[in-house]
Structure formats: C-alpha cells, structure tokens
C-alpha cells in the first residue's frame, strides 16, 4: 500500500516564476492538506482540500491556491514567487478532515 | 488562537539515557494531541497521539499523558538510541470541523553513543 507521495522532491525558481506541487494521497484517504515549513520551523497550514473543495485555509496569500481531482489527488500553486517562499512544502492526505493526517516526504523548493 | 509551545533544542543525550521533551499546549476546546517525528531529509511520521484527557499514547517506547490540568503533553522514553537522533513536533489536531493541525517549532534531539 504506497504511502502519500509527492512530486517533484526538490525544485529550483527563480523570483516572480510560477510553481505547481503534486500530491497523491494514501490509498483510501479522500482529503488533503497542504503545510509549508521553513527552515528550523514547524509545518505551517496552508489549506486543505476535501470533495475537490477548499475546505479551510491558513494565513496564506492569494498567491497560493490549490485544486483537487476527482482520484483525491491534489496540486499546490505559488505565482509570483519571492525568496521567502523557499521552503519544504508538505502534503498530508487523511480520511475525512479530522482523520489521522499521513506526511508525504515533501517537495524542498528553492527560490533565487 | 490554539498554539503550541515546545522546549528549545538541541537536545544532545547519551545513549540509554531518559528523555523528556516538553510540551505545553493553549486551546479554546479539547483537542486531540500528537507527537510526530521527522528523520532528517524525511517527511513526517505519526510517532502517538491521545485523544482525551488523562490518555496515555505510546510507540515504539515512546509514550505521551494528555494532562488538561497543566495543558501539557510531554514525550518520555526511557532509553533512547542512536536512531532515535530526529526532530520532534507536538501537534493539536482539529477538534472541530472549521480547524486545522497546529504544530510546535520543533525540538531537535542527537543521541550520542
């Protein structure tokens, strides 16, 4: 039974470029929450994402938004990316909003 | 708004040596409580979770009391190894629907042989 994974694992840009993240959840887990963590940080909510919905949202910018397919699989978005976007972004699948949340191994993005 | 506050690390023990990494917690309901690790280079792995007061969750050696009088949810073990040597991160778990995972900063732990 594969885990939730995450791609790609790591990801260069450069300021103002675009960037999409890509999530498959754990097999039977419909629902998908994304986190960023800085360096030396805890994991900071971003959204999540339940019936191809964002359910709830963290204190992010409009900058990022996301979306859900119908296979429960999701994708990350950051436009206009600035250096302090640099960061592991995690995804976490669980089944339902309040189940057990699963990490993936993250995606370390690095912006120049 | 709920938060969580850990003990600064490094934490640097021998060998065989007992662990405590602190945890206190501030929330306006009752929570669930974690505790998840992160091996270096890794994502994060649930390590146990209590979902009421007074329960005691455990792993791999590894054990937690959710204690509401003193809002705390330490970590214990008695006898950490080298692969042990990781990042700990306590957690509130959404008691509600509407909320969402808050984690602590982290408390970096190396066992030394």
């Known amino acids: 039974d594969a885990g939730v994974t995450q791609s790609p694992t790591h990801l260069i840009k450069t300021r103002g470029q675009q960037v999409t993240l890509r999530c498959s959840p754990k097999s039977g887990h419909d629902t998908v929450s994304w986190y960023q963590q800085a360096l030396g940080q805890g994991p900071q909510f971003i959204f999540q994402y339940y019936e191809e919905e964002e359910r709830q949202r963290g204190n992010f910018p409009d900058r990022f938004s996301g979306h859900q397919f119908p296979n429960y699989s999701s994708e990350l978005n950051v436009n206009a990316l600035l250096l302090g976007d640099s960061a592991l972004y995690l995804c976490?699948?669980?089944?339902?909003?309040?189940?057990?949340?699963?990490f993936g191994p993250g995606t370390r993005l690095l912006v120049l | 708004g709920d938060s969580v506050t850990q003990m600064e690390g490094p934490v640097t023990l021998s060998e065989e040596a007992f662990l405590t990494i602190n945890c206190t917690y501030t929330a306006t309901g009752y929570p669930s409580l974690f505790w998840y690790v992160q091996y270096p280079g890794e994502g994060l792995q649930l390590l146990l979770k209590?979902?009421?007061?007074?329960d005691k969750g455990s792993n791999k050696g590894f054990e937690a009391t959710y204690r509401k009088e003193t809002t705390s949810f330490h970590l214990e073990k008695g006898s950490v190894q080298v692969s042990d040597s990781a990042v700990y991160f306590c957690a509130l778990g959404p008691e509600n629907y509407g909320q969402n995972f808050v984690f602590g900063p982290g408390t970096r732990l190396s066992v030394l042989p």
């Open positions: 209590a979902t009421k007061a007074d």
């Open positions: 976490a699948s669980s089944p339902g909003q309040r189940g057990n949340q699963y």
